[in-house]
């Protein structure tokens, strides 16, 4: 049983998870960007996530479970298609963070953590990404939005909503 | 994406190819880029090493170790492989200077490393970025395959028979893996938990090979240093302060951004006439000087103080990783305070017990005091605490959460009083619910 035949990814991720246990002087290197690359694709990390990825490095489930607990990028239930991540450290907290927090709880209908029903956003606060001089600052996924106001909400969501859209498969909000 | 600014008092050294499209390989060797690799190349190591102690560059970081002299500890010999390993795992609240430079100018990191790695005889070079920051990973692995393509990277850089890899690493989550062991457990898979020391890095470091570890701000320095002479870049500075840093101003700052202003700078003038002043007119009430885990300074401490290590370690706080939290006179202290614990207690790893139970009981006592059911015992207490968490960790973690804390007490006792005794607090709005 190779893993050509039985994983549960892209045949690009698939790849590209092959040329990375190759990259390392030690394969386990490979482990952090796996799982994270993984969950790109997939969405979290689900059990079979960790089965794939521990046969992958040659460590037991275990032992993955024990490393991706420590990272807080890393989740084992689904997040939103739209994650939407709101920055509210210091240089943000004094630039209106909060405000900006509020706003997206209102138009999300969902608190830290939570996913709207039809799953196509979910909402977390969060700490530094590294945008303090350009505050209040946002990540949607990998995507950065920064000097935001309130009134900036409403026009991001509408933006990964036709992004959406143009893709095809879109659940309306 | 990220704004540029611009001030006349600007020294342009490790900024100066930003927004030039520097990411682009030609565009970076046109602009003089790789000449300083070439150069450390036929000149050797002890060469190398003589101009980066001659520079008195300081770690970028925050801890201000003088790089040069860290990269002599590497012992010439080694069973082992060596490494260099760049940290780009910045996660310091209050810093984004390393942002921008992996946005506009990745191949200065690719050769700062090259140069570093020459320095100390390694053949492979790690940039490990935090996960937050993946388009900026991704313009760092487009940059390191056009240096290979360009036998700039590889078995033969520049043609020579000296070798030198690159490899560029995510982080997933993590402020404590910015600190260097815990890094070093995170690149070998691991949780980042940071280990004893001795032994230090420069002997048993990665994959227990000994390993030089420098911030991304050190590293992009490096190329420059070489190019100018140790000599030249450290006169811009101060005194055992080599060359410009990049500060980072944020908060209530009229004109918030990164500025490369030569180590000394006034922090006042910082302020007021790069950063434009407080927001809106207001009156500044107080500064963190360099990323959250500083201890805050008051407005009258800032007067004379010049933006170095040795200055701002004078005045009673550290100069940190250069991010300037400015603060203005409508901001409860109590609020910020509680913020910035809640961060490290959100950071903590766990690995350390004065540190895990520190930062947790230290959030709830300033979460209750903050909405308004705190005593006065619970000043002395939170001090206390943050007393007897300094120093008794692996890491600097519980340092850098007790720190600050203590500063805030100690300057803003009347401010913490006020909020005493079921008083609601007089300025925020966010009035977290005492669950405690």
Known sequence: ?173 | MPRLVSHPDEVKIVTRRFGQGAANIDKYIELGGYESAKKCLAQGPEWIISEMKASNLRGRGGAGFPTGLKWSFVPKQSAKPKYVLVNGDESEPGTCKDHLIFLHDPHAIIEGTMIAGLAIGAKIGFIYLRGEYRYLIEIMEKAVADAYAKGILGKNIFGSDTEFQIITQSGAGAYEVGEESALMESLEGKRGVPRIKPPFPAVVGLYGGPTVINNAETIATVPHVIEMGGAAYAAVGSERNGGTRLFGLSGHVERPGVYELPMGYNLKKMIYEVGGGVRGGRKLKAVVPGGSSTPVLLPEEIENLGMDFDQVGKAGSMLGSGGVVVIDDRTCIVEFALRTISFYQHESCGWCIPCREGTDWLKKSLTRFHAGFGVEKDIDNIQYLAENMMGRTFCPLGDAAAMPTLGFVKKFRKEFEDHLNGKPCPFAKHVELAVV
Request: glycine content about 6%; hydrophobic content about 40%.
């Open chain 1, 1 to 173: 049983m190779s893993l050509e035949t039985m994983t549960i990814f892209s045949p690009q991720l698939a790849a590209r998870l092959d040329a990375l246990v190759a990259k390392y002087p030690v394969k386990r290197s490979a482990l952090i960007p796996m799982l994270l690359y993984a969950q790109d694709e997939i969405g979290y990390l689900s059990d079979t996530v960790i089965a794939e990825v521990a046969e992958r490095i040659g460590i037991s489930e275990l032992d993955v479970r024990n490393v991706a607990t420590y990272y807080s990028m890393l989740r084992f239930k689904p997040a939103g298609k739209y994650n939407v991540q709101v920055c509210t450290n210091i240089s943000c907290m004094l630039r209106g963070a909060y405000d900006v927090y509020e706003r997206f709880q209102e138009e999300l209908g969902v608190g830290h953590k939570g996913v709207t029903p039809d799953g196509f956003f979910s909402l977390e606060e969060v700490e530094c990404i590294g945008a303090c001089c350009w505050a209040p600052a946002i990540q949607v996924n990998y995507d950065f939005h920064d000097e935001l106001t309130p009134g900036h909400v409403p026009g991001i969501l509408a933006q990964y909503r036709s992004k959406a859209d143009n893709e095809g498969k879109v659940p309306h909000a």
